[in-house]
């Protein structure tokens, strides 16, 4: 069946991360204990809760300087926070763009408000696009939505709003437990693994031929 719409995850994607580098910004700010960062207290608690938009950069901080026992500014906190964010490469920019033109493009992310204002200013700054919704079609962010991947419930919201048929709707990821959802829904599925790239998957703005598509 023909793709006539692709969703793209965020981070791993079309943003490279490394985590570590924020559990080792930590460790800087006086974090004695780096494995209270893989506790269900910080990932449910604290960071899962603020990627829904439960928690506000204000109450995140808050209770990050408290969880993590360091006595930190607000700054220190965001830029630590943010230190796992890569720069968003030109390359891909280029690559939604001449996607754009072929098929509806969406992106679903699960992302929270302070990683949101660095890359949104990044997209401004570099790219000269004022939201992710001028790049793509429609872009959608959990903190947003108070709804995150892999909830059936975004997945089943983004098909309400654009009425699509996931029959005909590729979803690209980096995390299997988020493409496994995707696939129950029925859409088509593209578990993308580094080292491949998501300009790997395309070829002037279309799907390669061949491509490993569950």
């Known amino acids: 069946m023909k793709i006539k719409n692709i969703i ?8 490279d991360i ?21 506790t269900s207290g ?3 608690d604290i960071a899962a809760k603020f990627e829904r938009g439960i928690l506000t950069p204000e109450v995140f901080r ?11 500014t607000d700054q220190q906190l965001d ?7 890569f720069d968003i490469p030109s390359e891909r920019i280029a690559v939604i763009e001449q996607v754009k033109k072929h098929y509806l493009t969406l992106l679903l992310s699960n992302s929270n408000e302070i990683h949101y ?4 200013r990044d997209l401004q700054l570099r790219f000269g696009y004022r939201e992710f919704d001028e790049l793509f079609h429609k872009a959608y962010f959990s903190f947003d939505l108070h709804l995150s991947k892999p909830n059936p419930e975004v997945y089943e919201f983004v098909i309400n709003q654009h009425d699509l048929d996931p029959g ?5 990821d980096d995390w299997e437990d988020n493409i496994e959802v995707a696939q129950q829904l029925g859409f088509k599925t593209y578990l993308l693994q580094k080292p491949e790239r998501v300009r790997d998957l395309f070829v002037d703005g279309k799907l390669k ?4 598509i569950k």
């Open 42 to 44: 910080f990932m449910e």
């Open 62 to 72: 808050a209770k990050l300087r408290s969880f993590l026992q360091v006595d930190a």
């Open 18 to 38: 490394d985590p570590q580098l924020t559990i080792n910004e930590f460790i800087n700010l006086g974090l004695k204990d780096p494995e209270k960062l893989l």
């Open 79 to 85: 830029e630590a926070w943010n230190a796992l964010l």
């Open 209 to 212: 031929p061949g491509l490993d």
């Open 168 to 172: 005909k709707t590729l979803f690209i």
């Open 8 to 15: 793209f995850d965020f981070g791993g994607v079309i943003l």
């Open 117 to 120: 204002d660095l890359f949104v």
